[in-house]
């Protein structure tokens, strides 16, 4: 079967993703661009005999290479040359995505656009015609709506059919001559005409593009295009004054014609999108719609997952009573009733939440909500002192805080992403949620969704003050406004969303597979065995025996610092280990109690270590300490050692410091 390599392109929010779904199914995978950590998704596609390699690049707005995601989008079409590149471009906004298109044709790639969106465009009034922009542009034009599967099959057969067009010439009229003056210098490398599209060679060259001025530098015609070009500046320079604008708007002007040519606009009328984004994006309406839509999200993601939670809790609770009874060695029962399938069993009881947590999101994501709530909340964070493009790394950090900090990537100045780094860990990760769930369930019976919800408005405050602070004491001055672009609102793709949402939770099911899995393991040896040697199973129900153990020899040195709280030194021991990843704190607090998943609320309400008050200022000092060993690591990755340690000093400290009011002020009310 002949194989081929296809690229899927285009500006963000054009459901390109939606379209890399229906054309490979289940047939994906997701790694990282080599060298650098942004996601790589590919998948495979079979038509006619022909198996296709769909790699879905990341979503630019053009392939200048100014950030991470445009170099390597660019870097992949150039040195790796796609059969085909599939643009999907939005219909609705058809001159914004051509630029992109024309880039596209710069290089030389085989291009087949995939017109998404074209009901959106209808309903404000656009009539796009594909036969007459096919015409236009020389290349394939598809039309799609990919929300409702309509025109994919139409795609495939397109992108089959395309596999070995020559594709067309994008000529500027007012550059021509420069560009073939380049030209005839260049074809004089053999090596440059066999890897290279001479034609964007020279463009780039003309915009004084870094890296292909280095591809340049190491040509053996080096010297007679730098001859070449400052001849070209003199020039063009008298012309134009600033030729990497000049060359934008010479794309914009052919832009510009086509869409005049290609488009028919209706009469005016007001979007379906225009009447939410009057209440959604109100300056005051919009930020209590955002907080009223994540209480809901909460509410339901705790209310609709009980059932679910319970039968998870009723299966392992079996499972380890049948386990443990069928095993005559006493060690080897517990390890595994009481190690591994009650820890588990602690974590896993949390993934009906998590998994419905996650689908909320992705839901609000898919519909076009997620940008408004950035949008809504940029106002408030350029008051603190936050650029406008920390609001996308905060919001994905209730999700995990490692991609989140990556995210920052696309905030230029050094002081911005790393205002913005250090503050990330306090968005409260779905890590943390199963603690807030256990104990708002213990201690909070009825109020659940409002006390969970409270945390991630805490984390949200206390960002913005401490953001306040380092911009005020530290990195002094103003952050650049914010420009975003606001989808339209979509009817959320189911297929979608429930893949977005298999993609999260698989993440924690591996989490839950590795690294709580083996601090289970520890937590139990540590609480079975202790300096007299092994303790028997009977350890995990008798406190007398369990104060004997390793583990409670970890707790009394920790006990001291947690002593103002109230807290024991079982809670001490849970936050030790907690610092390997938040989920372990659920199950090592299973195993020292000595209760499965379905008793463990139980068992903490009715136990002496905790009240109400000290309960929440525990879900508080969670959800402030360091999030996981995994986010002091990529904190040193992105800032380097210097801001890991100053995450991992001021999350210990404002953790200490805002339980120990929580206690104070609630102890003196209460």
């Given amino acids: 079967m002949k194989e081929v390599v296809i690229a899927l392109i285009g500006n963000p929010n054009t459901g390109k993703s939606t379209i890399f779904n229906a054309l490979t199914g289940l047939r994906q995978h997701v790694g990282n661009w080599p060298g650098v950590t942004v996601e790589k998704k590919e998948g495979e596609l079979e038509h006619k005999g022909i198996k296709f390699k769909v790699v879905d690049l990341p979503g630019v707005y053009g392939l200048t290479a100014y950030s991470i995601d445009e170099k390597i989008a660019r870097n992949f079409i150039v040195q790796e040359k796609p059969k085909v590149v599939v643009d999907i471009i939005d219909a609705s906004n058809l001159e914004r995505n051509l630029y992109l298109a024309l880039q596209l044709l710069e290089i030389g790639a085989n291009v087949v656009i995939a017109l998404n969106k074209i009901d959106i465009a209808e309903e404000k009034g656009y009539n796009v015609n594909p036969e007459k922009l096919e015409e236009l542009l020389g290349v394939p034009v598809v039309p799609t709506i990919a929300s409702k599967g309509e025109g994919i099959d139409k795609l495939k057969e397109r992108i089959a059919k395309s596999l070995d067009r020559k594709p067309p010439i994008v000529e500027y009229p007012n550059f021509e001559p420069y560009i073939k003056k380049l030209i005839k210098v260049l074809e004089k490398d053999e090596k440059l005409t066999r890897q290279y599209n001479l034609r964007w060679l020279a463009i780039k060259l003309l915009e004084e593009d870094n890296d292909v001025r280095a591809i340049i530098e190491k040509s053996k015609v080096r010297d007679d295009v730098l001859k070449t070009l400052i001849d070209v500046f003199n020039d063009l320079h008298k012309k134009y004054g600033d030729i990497e604008l000049a060359l934008a708007d010479e794309r914009y002007r052919i832009i510009s014609e086509i869409a005049k040519k290609a488009v028919t606009k209706k009469e005016e009328r007001i979007t379906f999108t225009e009447m939410l984004d009057e209440v959604f994006t109100h300056k005051y309406l919009g930020i209590p719609v955002f907080f009223s839509l994540m209480w809901m999200a909460f509410k339901f993601t705790f209310d609709v997952s009980a059932p679910f939670s ?45 998994a419905f947590l996650f689908l909320v999101f992705s839901w609000l994501e898919d519909s076009g909500y997620m940008a408004r709530a950035a949008f809504v909340m940029d106002r408030v964070m350029h008051r603190f002192g936050l650029h406008g493009k920390s609001v996308v790394p905060m919001i994905m950090g209730f999700g995990c805080n490692v991609p989140a900090i990556m995210a920052t990537r696309t905030l230029e100045d050094e002081k911005d992403r790393i205002l913005t780094i250090l503050i990330n860990p306090l968005m409260s990760c779905s890590a943390r949620l199963p603690v807030y769930a256990l104990f708002a369930g213990a201690f909070f019976m009825g109020r659940e969704g409002t006390v969970i919800t409270s945390m991630y408005i805490l984390g949200i405050l206390l960002a913005l003050i401490l953001a306040w602070l380092v911009r005020r004491f530290i990195f002094k001055g103003q952050p650049s406004h914010f420009v975003m672009e606001l989808p339209p609102y979509n009817k959320p793709n189911w297929r979608t969303i429930f893949g977005v949402t298999w993609t999260r939770t698989e993440k924690f099911l591996k989490k839950a597979g590795t690294i709580i899995f083996a601090t289970m393991i520890i937590v139990w040896l540590l609480s079975v065995t202790g300096p007299s040697g092994y303790l028997g199973s009977n350890a995990l129900e008798s406190g007398e025996l369990l104060a004997k153990s390793w583990v409670a020899t970890i707790g009394r040195a920790l006990e001291p610092i947690f002593k103002p709280f109230g807290w024991d030194w079982k809670a001490g021991v849970a936050l030790f280990f907690g610092f390997l990843a938040k989920e372990v704190v659920v199950g090592t607090m299973g195993i020292l109690y000595g209760v499965g998943e379905e008793s463990l609320p139980y068992a903490l309400a009715s136990s002496s270590a905790f009240t109400p008050v000290t309960a929440f200022a525990f879900m508080a000092f969670v959800l402030i300490y360091v999030p996981c060993v995994a986010t002091i690591g990529v904190i040193k990755q992105e800032a380097g050692t210097k801001w890991a340690l100053f995450a991992l000093l001021y999350e210990l400290l404002l953790a200490y410091l805002v339980a120990l009011v929580i206690v104070l002020i609630g102890g003196a009310l209460l």
Avoid: E, Q
């Fill in 310 to 354: 319970d039968i998870i809790d009723a299966f392992f609770g079996w499972l380890g009573d049948a386990v443990g009874s069928g095993i005559g060695n006493d060690a080897l029962a517990s390890l595994l009733r009481d190690g591994i399938i009650a820890g588990l069993g602690s974590v896993l009881v949390f993934l009906p939440p998590i």
